[in-house]
């Protein structure tokens, strides 16, 4: 199947679980707000409490980044109306769910319990709540979904490569509906000192993307999940469309397993073939939502791979990333972030990169500084086009081309 | 633990199962581990509560068949009685 010709794949339901909030709309009006869930320096969600989603036996035998999926994923799942029905056969529902790692608190329990314990004091638990392939089983079993389920892995681009593996799906003619997303306790206290000792992290405990300040990321807690289903299908139950996955694609790029790439060469590949594949010109695009980290490379690259890749477009096209409000949430931040971007482009605005105050004199795109900014085609009421970046230690690079109407 | 009742074996039973998320007062001895939404993995958790507690050692090969609490609760009971007897 050639991608854009291939059938439609359309948004009828999304949650997440942000360190802004409970709820996708929650987490994007508070961004929408200017706020910053960082929490001196760490970002998590205090509020999340398991057990209004799952019974205590499931919370025992779940790690909590399954946990968090459960509930992005029981709101996307409704917001669909898949909960009074699944939209299609069971058999043709596929569910994807990226996390950089797995189960990280299960995974050092039971490292402990076996250096102190010894071996026969691991919990036989342990594997179930661990495996990064938990999440997409679990929601697999908790909504009887018996397309292919998987975990995926790409470090911080996964949860934006979910998308693309659903897509694929799809395409293959292997599914009519699929749940996907991403989900990961990226900020527990090991990954915190490992991202730490590498130089990833803040020093200054505040995250500025494209900020002169900038000194790194904090790694963060969150889960999106995303009810995908053919276009035919959707219309066919009278389900409410929210918007489009329009194109897709992603790239290595085959340097580093730690630093991007000096030229962004991976991060143009992806770009320009998602743009290409989704058979729309530069000047179509409408936002574009960046992966941000707030590390001096990062956000250097990436301004240059957009204005390489968009030419004279890309200063006038509106760009924000929101780690600065929710931090880096690892495996999860690709499927947040898509779900995020598909609410700016339906309340045609967008929101502001939280932590950027003082521009760097060498990074020049439409930032999105303090206020929102509204999307310059919105008023027409026309379908508005928005990419979504996302890039992980590994050099994947992943670019998500989203479509959605403003809402009035 | 010197010597135990059966008493306290099954009071030991139900307490562990509780711990691992049953409502207490679903724990019956005609309740099946399925209905409770337990399962083999658990068993072993029991098990390694049990040899924590007794100061014994298990096989847990011997909790095999084990349908209902109650059978649990009784197959506890035989695995420390012999284990102590010996």
């Known amino acids: ?408 | 633990m010197g010597t135990v009742t059966a008493g306290e074996i099954e009071a030991l039973v139900i307490e562990t199962l509780a711990s691992f998320g049953p409502e207490r007062s679903t724990l019956t001895r005609t309740a099946t581990l399925d209905e409770v939404d337990l399962d083999s993995l658990d068993v072993v958790e029991l098990a390694q509560v049990l040899e924590d507690e007794c100061e014994i050692e298990v096989d847990t090969e011997r909790y095999l068949g084990v349908i209902t609490i109650g059978d649990l609760i009784d197959r506890t009971l035989v695995i420390v009685q012999e284990t102590r007897a010996e």
Request: charge should be negative; glycine fraction near 12%.
């Open chain 1, 1 to 408: 199947v050639k991608w854009g010709s291939a059938p439609r794949i359309v948004i009828t339901g999304v949650g997440a679980v942000t360190p802004l909030g409970q709820g996708a709309t929650a987490s994007f009006e508070r961004w929408l707000a200017g706020e910053s869930a960082n929490d001196g320096g760490r970002f998590h969600c205090p509020t999340f409490d398991p057990s209004q989603f799952m019974t205590p036996v499931e919370i025992r035998r779940s790690d909590r980044f399954t946990q968090l999926a459960v509930a992005a994923a029981d709101e996307a799942v409704e917001q669909a109306g898949w909960n009074e029905g699944l939209p299609v056969a069971r058999e043709r529902i596929g569910c994807v769910v990226a996390t950089s790692i797995g189960g990280l608190y299960a995974q050092q329990r039971e490292l402990e319990a076996f250096a102190t314990r010894g071996p026969k004091r691991v919990s036989p638990l342990g594997i179930p709540r661990l495996i990064p392939n938990a999440a997409a089983a679990t929601l697999s079993i908790r909504y009887g979904l018996h397309g292919e389920s998987f975990g995926l892995s790409a470090a911080c681009a996964s949860g934006t490569q979910s998308i693309g593996a659903a897509m694929r799906m799809f395409y293959t003619d292997d599914v009519d509906a699929a749940l996907v997303g991403g989900t990961d306790t990226y900020g527990t206290d090991v990954m915190r000192a490992m991202l730490k000792v590498m130089g990833a992290t803040s020093k200054s405990g505040v995250l500025r993307p494209f900020d002169r300040r900038r000194d790194g990321f904090i790694p963060g807690e969150g889960s999106a999940l995303l009810a995908l289903e053919r276009e035919e299908v959707a219309l066919g139950r009278g389900a409410e469309i929210l918007g489009e996955v329009v194109s897709y694609s992603a790239s290595n790029d085959a340097r580093s397993l730690t630093a991007p790439h000096p030229d962004g060469r991976g991060v143009v590949q992806a770009m320009g073939i998602a743009i290409e594949r989704a058979a729309i010109a530069a000047g179509d695009i409408d936002y574009i939502n960046a992966h941000g980290t707030s590390t001096r490379l990062n956000d250097r690259i990436e301004t240059d791979a957009i204005k390489e890749v968009l030419g004279e477009h890309a200063l006038r096209i509106p760009v924000s990333s929101v780690k600065g409000s929710i931090g880096h949430l690892g495996g999860a931040a690709g499927s947040v972030e898509a779900v995020l971007t598909l609410l700016a482009l339906r309340s045609g605005v967008a929101p502001p990169t939280v932590g950027l105050e003082e521009p760097d004199d060498e990074l020049d795109l439409d930032y999105v500084l303090g206020e929102p900014s509204p999307l310059a085609r919105a008023a027409t009421g026309e379908r508005l086009i928005g990419l979504s970046n996302s890039f992980g230690f590994g050099g994947h690079n992943a670019t998500v081309a989203l479509a959605a109407e403003p809402v009035p």
